[in-house]
């Protein structure tokens, strides 16, 4: 190629150059403008009150997760206290971003799971055989006795995010120590076995069963159930009775001598304490063999 045609292919394309470069300036311009005028502009709340959250995005708040959490809770401050994780902590630093006093939000709710039969304390009519998810075992008769136990294949443990439940036993068992009391376990849990309650103590006191059977049915059923002997109203207040099954009052739980009876003297230790450092539970005493002749 000779310089003249150098010089000619020079003319010819520069003005074509010129000109995609002053349309590129042009629309980025345009488009800079736009992005100014047309930006949303983010309440710098919201985003205090996102940092102050936990960033787990559970949905124990009711939400998809902790951006939209802070949106609402941003626009309604009566939504300050839904997150569980957090607790009291996180809802007092919501109520200082927001300039709000924060009401008493009580104690940190965690779950209860109202069974404490393992596999070997239950009577099972037949091995079950299908997908192993307590939602599929729910759904057939028989799978084992009792129909209000825990069946132990850990959809619960599947649910968590926190590594807080673990099978032991065919008993789906919490490690206070993990827990953020998100609920995805109660929500998970076919049979409603997991309640969350106020942990107004460390470790709370509670009636691990959900059986509705009479005492009797429930003796050949389960060996660590509640048989509606009522011994523990009689001990209690704070123990009543309903539909065959020990109910207590979570509210009004105080560790006192009367509670502390009436879980030394339930028959068939199905009074338990459940939390972080929770004793073991009451194992029943065995009878002595009687004196041979």
Request: with cysteine.
């Amino acid at each position: 190629m000779t310089v003249a045609d150098i010089i000619q292919l020079w003319n010819s394309a520069w003005p074509a150059g010129v000109t995609m470069l002053t349309l590129g300036s042009a629309f980025a311009i345009v488009l800079l403008i736009a992005s100014e005028k047309l930006k949303v502009e983010i309440d710098p709340k919201i985003e205090q009150i996102h940092e102050a959250l936990p960033q787990i995005d559970c949905g124990a708040c009711g939400f998809a997760g902790c951006g939209s959490y802070a949106k609402a809770v941003a626009a309604d401050p009566e939504l300050i206290g839904k997150c569980a994780p957090g607790g009291a902590e996180t809802s007092d630093k919501i109520a200082e971003i927001l300039s709000l006093q924060a009401s008493a939000g009580g104690h940190p709710q965690k779950p209860i799971i109202h069974c404490r039969a393992h596999t070997a304390d239950r009577t099972y009519y037949a091995r079950y055989g299908g997908i192993e998810t307590c939602t599929a075992a729910n759904a057939l008769a028989n799978v084992q006795a009792c129909k209000f136990g825990c069946l132990g294949y850990g959809d619960c443990v599947d649910a968590c995010k926190f590594d807080a439940l673990h099978n032991i036993d065919g008993l789906a068992t919490v490690d206070y120590e993990k827990c953020t009391g998100c609920t995805a376990c109660a929500k998970a849990c076919p049979r409603n076995l997991i309640e969350m309650v106020p942990f107004s103590h460390e470790n709370m006191m509670t009636v691990a069963c959900s059986s509705k059977e009479n005492g009797k049915t429930t003796r050949q059923m389960c060996k660590v159930g509640c048989i509606a002997c009522s011994l523990c109203t009689k001990k209690s207040e704070l123990f009543t009775m309903a539909d065959n099954i020990a109910k207590m009052d979570y509210e009004k739980f105080q560790p006192s001598d009367q509670t502390e009876e009436a879980y030394t003297k339930c028959p068939t230790c199905v009074i338990v304490y459940r939390g972080k450092s929770a004793p073991a539970p009451r194992q029943k005493e065995k009878k002595p063999a009687p004196a041979k002749a």
